[in-house]
């Protein structure tokens, strides 16, 4: 595709449940980033991925967040137990390496009732 | 490490100039320049990198001031789609991209 994707668009569910939320990279990227954006904030980091493996993922918030990229292009970012506070807008962004112009997804927005 | 913006908001009249500033606690490795409208992804506009170069993109330019960890936007001649958010990105040692509170900007007739 010509651009990062992310489904769904939006997600509502309810507290305590699970969602997964998609993220498609540009093709050939091979830097993943996942990042959480609240009302008038900036994108805040969650976690990077190089190829198939979890760089860091030191912005994620507690162990109810978890992601995977097993083949090195689509990621999946998984919210367990969900929270009211979980709620925003999940950006995606890919880069060709590390270091490079991320190029942003339209993001999901999240709202956990 | 969150970078500080300045000014958190400013509304221009078409024609009129801006600059933005982003500052940093810690070293910079590069500064990563977006605006994003409402509702949508954030977009590039330019990244400057260690060396205290300037770039231009259009009527936007920035700076990198590498021993002041400081880099400033440059909105010229602004035009109404100049509006949105604008954020900086800085990249420190850890080699993520941190993203300030942003700097509103809104541009009337």
């Known amino acids: 595709g010509a651009g990062v994707s992310q489904t769904p668009s939006n997600k509502v569910t309810e507290k305590g449940k699970y969602v997964e939320l998609r993220c498609d990279p540009i093709s050939g990227h091979t830097a993943l980033y996942w990042y959480r954006q609240s009302l008038g904030q900036g994108p805040e980091f969650l976690i990077y991925f190089q190829g198939t493996g979890a760089a860091d993922d030191s912005g994620l918030p507690n162990d109810r967040f978890f992601a995977v990229r097993p083949e090195g292009s689509v990621s999946t970012l998984k919210i367990q137990r969900t929270e009211r506070g979980d709620s925003a807008v999940y950006l995606c962004?890919?880069?060709?390496?590390?270091?490079?112009?991320?190029?942003f997804g339209p993001g999901t927005r999240l709202t956990v009732l | 490490q969150q970078p500080v913006q300045s000014p958190q908001a400013v509304i221009l009249r078409e024609g009129e100039d801006a600059v933005i500033n982003c500052s940093s606690s810690?070293?910079?490795?590069?500064v990563h320049w977006y605006r994003q409208k409402h509702g949508e992804a954030p977009v590039f506009l330019m990244i400057?990198?260690?060396?205290?170069e300037q770039k231009g993109h259009e009527k936007i330019s920035a700076s990198f001031n590498e021993k002041k960890q400081q880099s400033s936007l440059y909105l010229t001649a602004s035009q109404l789609s100049y509006s949105g958010t604008y954020f900086c990105?800085?990249?420190?040692?850890?080699?993520?991209?941190?993203f300030g509170t942003g700097t509103r900007l809104t541009v009337i007739p």
């Open positions: 990105g800085t990249v420190t040692g850890a080699n993520n991209l941190f």
């Open positions: 400057l990198l260690k060396g205290g």
């Open positions: 810690k070293a910079l490795y590069s």
């Open positions: 962004a890919s880069s060709r390496d590390r270091g490079d112009t991320q190029y």
